[in-house]
């Protein structure tokens, strides 16, 4: 899901410093570990001319993405 937004919204975060803010931990490691799985290996690098910072912000916390995952219009459905 990050990585489509990020895509979709390229055109205004290209050249642009801006920082992600998610419950998931495991994307502060995407641009720093090395990786033998394909499809990770394939995201780091869409990602890779992006410039932002990733901030953990715990699940219970993080309401404001709850309430966005939960909430579908009809259109998109």
């Known amino acids: 899901m990050v990585v489509w937004a990020i895509r979709k919204f390229e055109l205004y975060l290209y ?3 801006f920082t992600l ?4 931990q495991a994307l502060q490691y995407l641009r720093s570990s090395r990786m ?3 499809r990770l290996m394939c ?6 001319p992006f ?3 990733v901030e953990v912000i715990p699940g219970k916390d993080n309401v404001g993405a709850d309430f966005l995952s939960q909430v ?3 259109s998109l459905r």
Do not use: K, M
């Not at 803010?21 to 998931?24: F, L, M």
């Open 51 to 53: 410039s932002f910072r």
């Open 15 to 17: 050249g642009r410093e």
């Open 36 to 38: 033998t799985n394909g």
């Open 21 to 24: 803010q998610t419950d998931h």
């Open 72 to 74: 579908v219009p009809e």
């Open 43 to 48: 995201w780091a690098l869409s990602l890779q």
